[in-house]
């Protein structure tokens, strides 16, 4: 119906792209991957928002981007139709519970934290954080690779054992807080940090964990 109501699907998947990412500028290829439509239907109804003032486009290093226009008369009504409070990473939506039960396959992994360019409204700089116990990290960053293909962007993201996790909660250490107090999802937590009991228990037993591991790894993309 909606399709029927701006008369085209590419232009519906074309503002849904838009308004959920205001802040983000693509190339055309970069578009035709998220929503999954022709490169020549893109640009024609590219050129048609462009006319309308719903999107701008700017010229950088020989490549055209498109970014939405918050000028645009009517763009905070079209955000308010279709922005949404999903997991938005360039369009696509993520689906939590599919990704923790493939998360939850990875051997050792016992939590993973969404968060960045995983939860719409984030502002963290790590878009996930994982920790575990003598994980099957090949497994585990091949994981990762297949949820940047969902996704449509490399992500950012920060491994490290459970125990070390466990500590930098314990000491609200910087990092790990920047994570938790930006907008973000618990998609894995088997060891229960997360809950309230086991919050109190970290930071009651914070003298007994062990000294900080640093990250075993982070990554933009696949590392």
Known sequence: ?????????????????????????????????????????????????????????????????????????????????FADEAEVVSGATVSQPDWAVRLSAVRGLKSVIFAGALVYGSDSKIDILLAGDRMDETKLRNTIKTLERDAGTSLNYTIMDQDDLYYRLSIHDPFVDDVLKSKHTIVLDKGGLFGEKDAQKASDESKKAPVAKGDKATAGGAA
Not at 12 to 18: A, I, R, S, Y
Not at 47 to 74: E, R
């Open 1 to 81: 119906m909606i399709d029927s109501l701006f008369g085209s699907k590419t232009r519906v998947k074309l503002l849904g792209l838009f308004m959920n990412n205001p802040d983000r500028s693509f190339y055309v290829r970069e578009i035709t991957r998220n929503i999954d439509e022709q490169i020549n239907s893109v640009r024609r109804e590219l050129a048609n928002l462009i006319k309308v003032g719903v999107v701008t486009a700017q010229s950088v290093d020989n490549k055209l981007y498109y970014q939405a226009d918050k000028n645009f008369k009517y763009y905070h009504a079209l955000r308010e139709m």
